[in-house]
């Protein structure tokens, strides 16, 4: 399923502005500059969602110690965001795509037409989608791949 979102390879970031779970607005200017992960997931709370969520925490020093930035991203609220992000002490920030504007934005499709699909994207310091991972089966994988490919990347 993975290269079925290739197409992103190579593509500017569209333009985005999201609120955070702590209701801070984040844009795509503030990733200038900066080496980007955000992994995009179907809903708070729902297993796998937590699952992946929490490999992403258990991860999170390579992030930092790599100066990586990390955002984790759905359409559940900033209240949903606020309250999963405490229950599972997710050290980094989760924004809230309201209407499921960016992911239209970047052409994802729901899954039988009703799951939010789950793909990882990194994101070079000029904004440029540099690698694209999804599955929705392998929650595991998205942190796995995603480390590898930014290996082979920097």
Partial sequence: MSKYYNFLI???????????????SISN?????????LFI????NSPGCTLESCHFRNKYDYFWENNIL?????????????????KNR???SLLSDKGAVFIKKLKLKKIF???????????DKEG??????????????HITKTIKAFERLK
């Fill in 10 to 24: 190579g593509t500017n970031l569209p333009e985005f502005s999201m609120p955070n779970d702590e209701g801070l």
């Fill in 29 to 37: 200017n503030e990733l200038i500059g900066h080496w980007t992960v």
């Fill in 41 to 44: 997931y179907p809903k708070d």
């Fill in 70 to 86: 990390l955002f984790g991203i759905s359409t559940d609220t900033i209240e949903s965001h606020k309250k999963f992000k405490e």
């Fill in 90 to 92: 997710l050290p980094y």
């Fill in 113 to 123: 037409n009703f799951i939010r699909p789950r793909v990882t994207l990194i994101i």
């Fill in 128 to 141: 440029i989608i540099r690698n694209v991972h999804s599955s929705q089966i392998n929650m595991k994988g």
